[in-house]
């Protein structure tokens, strides 16, 4: 099941307080980067973030999924709702982040 473009538009708001928030749209889902890093994405009308050490500590009852068959685990973020708690978890696991892969 694809995620629809108002659910983007939905987190895209919710991620508001955060500056240099970008996307990708990717086989009818969404990659969510931050200040150029992918932080997570839209997945079946799910937010899910990567597992770092700030996103483990920040949501230690955060239940893991799989966003597409064969793709590494993520947290599904449940606190969509709480805009300071998504830029104190997206400050957080930027400098835990890769760098993007340089083309």
Known sequence: MASSKEYLEFILEQLSLLEDITYKAMMGEYIIYYRGKIVGGIYDERFLVKQTKSSLKLMPDAELE?????????????????????KEL??????????????
């Open 90 to 103: 997206f400050d957080a696991m930027y400098p835990e982040l890769p760098a993007p892969k340089k083309k």
């Open 66 to 86: 799989l966003p597409y068959e064969g793709a590494k685990e993520m947290l599904m973020v449940d606190e969509v709702d709480n805009k300071e708690f998504l």
